[in-house]
């Protein structure tokens, strides 16, 4: 090929970190949560390193919030527990979806973290804009506990819509719980009655010229700018950034307030920028950021206080010579059938539960094609289904089927030479232009990506009617061109398709349309690359021959086990009578110690039980197991 050139690198040699908000680890990911940040982090980075940037993925499990303790509650475990365990489900699920991760940072097990976040809350202190405060606070009328974010609930003081403890997700303005409007407590059923406590705390009306300054450095939306207007408008902000709880990191050991998680947040990027570079050999330190540093924010409005607001003031009172250069992606909602994700009304669409290797790459262009930038939009069953088998199956595979078969059939299974500059690379050219420009910096938008990517494919289809050897290079060229950008959007759907094209899959972003060489064999005919087959059904008898495992061996969690076998997982042959004993009480089926210990994972153990015991056997462990699971 020709040979390619590095462009678009609006970053030279900076690094850049591109942070997706931190998860809370209370749950597992659903659908409305990759569409927004961890799709879009994943695809901008894919892009930058085509273009030669130092770009690195960033994010971890948020473990201090609140809300995992509430979680720990229903749970029945500890706040840690709980952390751990959707912590873990969270990196599982990111790995799943293909959303590649530099840095995972784990802020209540990480060794040096409380130190570190110790040490940055000293900075604020000393900087005399932080200091002791006493402000009104909310408390539980019956319980006398000091409420705030998951333990409260009311309705917004400036827009009037139901809200949370300290944010409103629909206007994105922060409260402090005492001025909610009909608040109502978590603990118990009595009115929540207003007192005072004393927490630090930050004024950040002050800093109104210093916000405008920093927005104007980097990549600030519209959007952002509105809020912060709205926010530095009022007379007064003061920001708690302590609170009374037992759950999290106080600012000295053995204090009875802890930072408040979202603040803490700010610091956990800086640790996590340091922990990288400690994998990567480079200097880098949380305690001293350096000037070249080029940070990238993926999350959503709901959070857009907290980023785009509070965290510049923030660095800038820790780190007064460094003027963070921060640019701001923020995306919307996304609903599930017109109607917000919600887990406790059980709608949601679990990542887990409806992506595999099989479809990873559809889920991937579905959301991307949809994904909230600028506005709600919302996943629909119907129309994924649609995308899926008219767009993806129905045009993007027929066409390359049959460009296969044309270049086996006339030329030999070979790329045949290109020919002089034609209409349609031109074409080729301003879709490449396209690509380049909604991939990039400035304007990234996976929707318009999806857009260009289904028009390059139309682009392709109309081009059928020529039927000469140079018509054929042209769409090789077209297919390259696919390949190139749908490489940050579906990257297993875009080495597969470069491997049928008889390359490897590129490493650089071209900077013109380019041809296959002349003579490349190419594999296109009877390639699957979408289908519409789901894997087979797990066994009926796995989860509850994985919850047995679990409970024999006392294993930590259920990570690994349905892949792994009873050997991987350290069950020795005492282990495996136990468990050989539970199988013939339980299911009456027969299974041998060998069979236990051989190569088979618990998956496959369960599809041989499910052969060995009888159909009612199977059906009444199955069900009990699942009556088990809905008590939980």
């Known amino acids: 090929m020709e040979e390619q050139v590095t462009t678009g690198n609006p970053f030279g040699t900076r690094p850049v970190f591109v942070f997706s908000t931190p998860p809370t680890p209370n749950g597992d990911l659903h659908l409305g949560h990759v569409s927004g940040p961890y799709l879009g982090a994943d695809a901008f980075v894919r892009f930058q390193r085509l273009n030669g940037v130092d770009a690195w993925h960033l994010t971890g499990s948020d473990d201090h919030q609140s809300y995992v303790v509430e979680c720990a509650r229903r749970e029945g475990s500890t706040p840690a527990g709980t952390a751990a365990h959707h912590g873990a489900e969270i990196a599982a699920t990111l790995a799943l979806m293909d959303i590649d991760v530099d840095q995972y940072t784990v802020t209540s097990t990480d060794p040096s973290y409380a130190e570190g976040l110790r040490a940055y809350f000293a900075r604020l202190a000393s900087s005399g804009r932080v200091a002791p405060r006493e402000d009104a606070a909310?408390?539980?009328?019956?319980?006398?506990?000091?409420?705030?974010?998951?333990?409260?609930?009311?309705?917004?003081?400036?827009?009037?819509?139901?809200?949370?403890?300290?944010?409103?997700?629909?206007?994105?303005?922060?409260?402090?719980?005492?001025?909610?409007?009909?608040?109502?407590?978590?603990?118990?059923?009595?009115?929540?009655?207003?007192?005072?406590?004393?927490?630090?705390?930050?004024?950040?009306?002050?800093?109104?010229?210093?916000?405008?300054?920093?927005?104007?450095?980097?990549?600030?939306?519209?959007?952002?700018?509105?809020?912060?207007?709205?926010?530095?408008?009022?007379?007064?902000?003061?920001?708690?950034?302590?609170?009374?709880?037992?759950?999290?990191?106080?600012?000295?050991?053995?204090?009875?307030?802890?930072?408040?998680?979202?603040?803490?947040?700010?610091?956990?990027?800086?640790?996590?920028?340091?922990?990288?570079?400690?994998?990567?050999?480079?200097?880098?330190?949380?305690?001293?950021?350096?000037?070249?540093?080029?940070?990238?924010?993926?999350?959503g409005y709901d959070n857009s206080f907290y980023h785009a607001v509070l965290y510049p003031i923030l660095y800038q009172l820790a780190h007064p010579d460094w003027h963070c250069d921060i640019d701001y992606h923020v995306n919307e909602f996304y609903l599930l059938e017109d109607a917000k994700f919600s887990t406790s009304r059980r709608h949601a669409v679990w990542a887990k539960d409806f992506v595999g290797e099989h479809n990873v790459d559809a889920v991937r262009f579905f959301l991307a094609g949809t994904r909230p930038e600028g506005r709600r939009t919302s996943f629909r069953h119907a129309a994924y289904e649609s995308v899926l088998t008219d767009v993806l199956i129905g045009t993007w595979q027929t066409w390359l089927d049959d460009l296969g078969a044309r270049v086996r059939t006339d030329h030999a299974g070979q790329a045949p030479p290109p020919g002089e500059d034609t209409a349609f690379r031109a074409t080729l050219e301003r879709r490449r232009a396209a690509l380049t420009a909604c991939l990039g910096q400035d304007a990234f938008s996976l929707n318009r990506a999806a857009e260009e990517l289904t028009g390059l494919v139309e682009d392709a289809v109309r081009h059928l009617d020529d039927t000469s050897g140079e018509a054929v290079a042209d769409?090789?060229?077209?297919?390259?061109?696919?390949?190139?950008?749908?490489?940050?959007?579906?990257?297993?759907?875009?080495?597969?398709?470069?491997?049928?094209?008889?390359?490897?899959?590129?490493?650089?972003?071209?900077?013109?349309?380019?041809?296959?060489?002349?003579?490349?064999?190419?594999?296109?005919?009877?390639?699957?690359?979408?289908?519409?087959?789901?894997?087979?059904?797990?066994?009926?008898?796995?989860?509850?021959?994985?919850?047995?495992?679990?409970?024999?061996?006392?294993?930590?969690?259920?990570?690994?086990v349905d892949t792994s076998t009873l050997v991987e997982l350290g069950v020795g042959s005492l282990h495996a009578v136990a468990l050989q004993f539970q199988i013939l009480e339980q299911l009456d089926a027969d299974v041998t110690v060998e069979e236990l210990l051989g190569d088979r994972d618990v998956t496959a153990l369960a599809r041989l039980l499910e052969d060995k015991a009888t159909p009612e056997a199977v059906a009444e462990v199955a069900a009990s197991a699942s009556e088990e699971v809905v008590a939980c």
């Open 138 to 299: 909310l408390f539980d009328a019956e319980t006398g506990d000091y409420l705030y974010e998951v333990d409260v609930s009311g309705r917004c003081p400036t827009c009037d819509e139901p809200a949370g403890g300290n944010i409103c997700e629909e206007c994105g303005e922060p409260n402090s719980c005492a001025d909610l409007t009909d608040p109502r407590s978590g603990r118990s059923a009595a009115a929540p009655r207003v007192g005072t406590v004393t927490r630090h705390s930050l004024p950040l009306h002050e800093f109104r010229d210093d916000l405008a300054a920093h927005h104007d450095l980097g990549r600030t939306p519209e959007r952002l700018r509105e809020l912060a207007a709205r926010l530095m408008g009022r007379e007064r902000l003061d920001v708690a950034l302590t609170h009374p709880a037992d759950w999290g990191i106080a600012p000295a050991p053995g204090g009875d307030q802890v930072i408040w998680v979202w603040p803490e947040m700010s610091y956990g990027f800086l640790h996590g920028i340091a922990a990288l570079g400690e994998g990567l050999g480079r200097d880098w330190s949380a305690g001293s950021p350096s000037a070249d540093w080029k940070i990238v924010h993926f999350f």
């Open 475 to 560: 769409e090789l060229a077209a297919a390259w061109l696919l390949v190139c950008g749908a490489l940050p959007v579906m990257p297993r759907f875009a080495a597969r398709l470069a491997g049928a094209l008889g390359l490897p899959a590129p490493t650089t972003w071209p900077e013109r349309v380019e041809y296959l060489p002349a003579g490349t064999a190419i594999d296109l005919a009877g390639q699957e690359f979408f289908t519409t087959a789901a894997p087979a059904a797990a066994p009926v008898l796995l989860a509850w021959l994985r919850e047995l495992v679990v409970s024999t061996v006392a294993l930590p969690d259920e990570s690994g």
